[in-house]
């Protein structure tokens, strides 16, 4: 599989459109966030379309966008350069089977601006504003800057780097 900006769109759109009961808690609209984000990060790939194996900062990034959506007034700045953080701290952690590095500085500041951008400006609703994050990170994390390498064992070894597909 490659990683589909809908899929994320999709399931960030569960979390944040409120059902009946409405959302329960700030702090756990993070954590689905999180668990959504997930979900599609499981259908990476490296360069050679070698499949994703785990990636532990998921755990991690439903914790600490639970403290961030549980913050009252944070301007959209603050929260944009917040979520890219932790966004940043769980994408490092992503390995792709053979994978031996991830060179993901430019993760931070790509999703940075794509995330100020989109929480500065107000959506209409719950869908537009899940639609909006799916984009930010879906465009942050399929970055050309983004690069997963490794080697394939073999006699001789392959050696690959590229971007997540």
């Known amino acids: 599989m490659a990683l589909l900006k809908k899929k994320l769109e999709s399931g960030l759109k569960s979390v944040y459109e409120k059902g009946k009961k ?5 702090g756990a609209v993070g954590h689905k966030t999180a668990k959504e984000y997930m979900k599609y990060m499981q259908d ?9 194996q785990g990636m532990t900062g998921a755990s991690v990034l439903g914790g600490d966008l639970a403290q961030i959506y549980s913050r009252e007034s944070l301007s959209g700045e603050e929260t944009a350069r917040k979520m890219a953080t932790a966004f940043d701290k769980c994408i490092a952690t992503l390995l792709t089977q053979h994978q031996t590095t991830i060179v993901s500085a430019a993760f931070k500041p790509l999703a940075y601006t794509y995330l100020n951008i989109y929480l500065n400006k107000p959506a209409k609703t719950a869908s537009e504003f899940a639609k909006n994050l799916a984009m930010a990170l879906h465009l942050a994390t399929t970055a050309p800057a ?20």
Do not use: D, E, W, Y
């Open 44 to 52: 990476a790939q490296n360069v050679f379309g070698l499949p994703f």
């Open 146 to 165: 983004i690069i997963v390498s490794g080697i394939i064992p073999g006699a001789p070894p392959v050696p690959f780097a590229g971007p997540i597909t």
């Open 22 to 26: 409405g959302n329960a808690f700030p």
